[in-house]
């Protein structure tokens, strides 16, 4: 099936600092990829969608400069999450959906932040 | 707008019971897709089925099962026999089935109903 990777898996950070999140489609080129950010015992949020190329996509309440995502190729999104602090501590999830099937979209294993 | 209910917030049964996970939905489109993902522990999503909002048959895939009810606005997972490594968070999920919609591939999720099978 369909294989999405996420680096770091876990990163702890000093408040202040910035934290860059890659993911990546290992086997298929994804046109559009996805953020979500999921706190504990609850459900996922969708905080952009990413396409190849171009800016983007931020939902409502996101902030683009807090949360800088960058689509450079057909394999590889990053999410900069910049100056953290602690209420960014989270679970961020990526996900990506093939080009040619844009229906279902894979996820990666996550990353897991703690900023202190 | 999307929404997407899952009014059991946890579930507990002893290995092989039988469970359902219930998932309401609300879509004011005439296409679209339903997925169900699975979390465990780890945290990684594992796809389990989608289905086309055209598509009322229902499907089976080992232990898994599916009811697709389009009247009734509902898409019900049944496993079957549970196991312990069933044990997990199941999300049911909506998406814009139009290419052309603002939202495509877009998903809404349930707030997830945590499973947990006892030995």
């Known amino acids: 099936g369909a294989v999405v990777s996420q680096h770091p898996s876990r990163v702890i950070c000093k408040s202040g600092t910035s934290v860059k999140i890659e993911c990546r489609s290992l086997?298929?080129?994804?046109?559009?990829m996805f953020w979500y950010r999921q706190f504990p015992k609850q459900s996922l949020m969708l905080m952009a969608t990413?396409?190849?190329?171009?800016?983007?996509?931020?939902e409502q309440g996101v902030e683009k400069d807090k949360f800088l995502i960058n689509h450079a190729s057909l394999t590889l999104s990053t999410l900069t999450v910049t100056s953290a602090h602690p209420e960014d501590s989270s679970f961020y999830i990526c996900?990506?959906?093939?080009?040619?099937?844009?229906?279902?979209?894979?996820f990666g294993p996550g990353t897991r932040l703690l900023v202190l | 707008a999307q929404k997407v209910t899952q009014a059991q917030t946890e579930i507990s049964v002893v290995e092989k019971e039988d469970v359902t996970l219930d998932c309401v939905y609300e879509?004011?489109?005439?296409?679209?897709?339903l997925f169900w993902y699975k979390q465990p522990p780890s945290g990684e999503l594992v796809f389990l089925i989608r289905?086309?909002?055209?598509?009322?048959q229902n499907e089976i895939s080992g232990r898994y099962s599916w009811n697709f009810q389009k009247s009734t606005s509902s898409f019900n997972f049944t496993i079957t026999a549970s196991q312990v490594v069933d044990s997990a968070v199941y999300f049911c999920?909506?998406?814009?089935?139009?290419?052309?919609?603002?939202?495509?591939?877009?998903?809404?999720f349930g707030q997830g109903t945590i499973l947990t099978v006892h030995p």
């Open positions: 996900s990506a959906s093939h080009r040619d099937s844009r229906e279902t979209q894979y």
């Open positions: 999920a909506l998406s814009e089935a139009w290419a052309g919609g603002t939202s495509y591939g877009k998903l809404t």
């Open positions: 990413s396409n190849e190329g171009s800016k983007a996509t931020y």
């Open positions: 289905r086309n909002s055209f598509d009322e």
């Open positions: 879509t004011r489109d005439t296409t679209y897709y």
């Open positions: 086997d298929f080129q994804a046109t559009t």
